[in-house]
């Protein structure tokens, strides 16, 4: 307990941090949320007046412990491009992006520990597996999806690609194109969890316990399941919490393929129309997700390897 609480304020800290440097870099850049508005032609007397009326006039402290205030209250702030809160824009779209990376994580689980561990206990055809991999690791993920909307979207009509429908509407529709965008998403990760649940548990099978507990009779399936993999599985579980952070920022181009009105497609359009309220909500959302992904990471861990915990403290 006292090491999970540790690292919870670790984590808070983190945020703290990344929230605070988001909101100094677009107080700092060139070209703030009043020239965006008017345009670079408006004067100098309507500039002023617009900052005065929005608070940038204000220091940097002063509005950050605002917007911080706001952001734990629920207030993100309105949306210079939409004239509408923030949270209101993004409570959808934050679930599309959401659903999909967690569907994205539960293919790359199911899939990447049965087959790593498969792999792992057999020789034949080890360099066709390997080329295999080799080839999911390095086919980056938009042009999966374009392939797949290509085979499954023109081809064969299972959805339609570049009309994401609405799943209040078409709950099933929703499902499948969202099941082909994580598809696509996770493929490259399963390849580097297999490969790198492979080699740990490789490492393992060839230790002395292994070979006493198969010599005294035990079944090697059962060694492989209680033993083996839990020796095995402390880095794998860090690897796919990065793997989590590394979903959310590959579902920004996968969103783009499949023309899913997420948070990746809503980060890119708000960057570009200088919508700071927008962009800096998503990356402390986003970020917010990363340290909580690391977080569930390190207390899983604790669990499955005893000699992981500091103090004895779990």
């Known amino acids: 307990m006292k090491y999970a609480l540790k690292r919870a304020a670790a984590g808070l800290a983190t945020i703290l941090i990344v929230s605070f440097l988001t909101f100094a870099a677009f107080s700092l850049i060139s070209g703030d949320t009043a020239t965006a508005m008017l345009g670079t032609s408006a004067t100098p007397e309507r500039l002023a007046a617009l900052r005065a009326e929005l608070g940038l006039d204000r220091p940097l402290l002063v509005r950050y412990g605002e917007w911080l205030l706001g952001f734990f209250t629920g207030n993100l702030g309105v949306s210079t491009s939409y004239k509408q809160p923030v949270w209101e824009i993004l409570g959808a779209k934050f679930r599309l992006t959401l659903c999909l990376s967690l569907l994205s994580f539960v293919l790359i689980t199911a899939v990447s520990i049965p087959l790593g561990l498969w792999s792992a206990g057999r020789r034949r055809f080890e360099g066709a597996r390997t080329a295999l991999n080799q080839l999911g690791m390095a086919v980056p993920s938009f042009f999966t999806g374009i392939l797949l909307s290509w085979v499954f979207g023109v081809g064969l009509k299972w959805f339609m690609p570049g009309q994401f429908p609405d799943g209040k509407e078409d709950f099933a529709g929703a499902a499948v ?3 082909f965008a994580a598809v696509a998403l996770s493929i490259p990760r399963i390849a580097m969890t297999v490969r790198m649940l492979r080699s740990t548990v ?13 010599s005294r009779g035990n079944d090697r399936g059962q060694v492989l399941r209680r033993h083996v993999l839990k020796n095995a599985l402390p880095p794998v579980v860090t ?5 989590m952070a590394e979903i959310v920022a590959g579902s920004i181009v996968v969103e783009q393929v499949f023309v899913i009105p997420g948070l990746g497609r809503m980060l890119v359009s708000s960057i570009a129309g200088r919508d700071y309220p927008v962009v800096q909500a998503i990356v402390v959302i986003l970020a917010f997700w990363v340290v909580l992904a690391g977080t569930a990471a390190d207390l899983i861990n604790q669990r499955i390897d005893p000699r992981l915990r500091i ?4």
């Open 239 to 243: 690897f796919l919490a990065q793997t």
């Open 202 to 214: 490789q490492e393992e099978l060839g230790k002395d316990y292994v070979r006493t507990a198969i």
């Open 177 to 179: 194109y969202l099941f």
């Open 311 to 314: 103090g004895g403290a779990a």
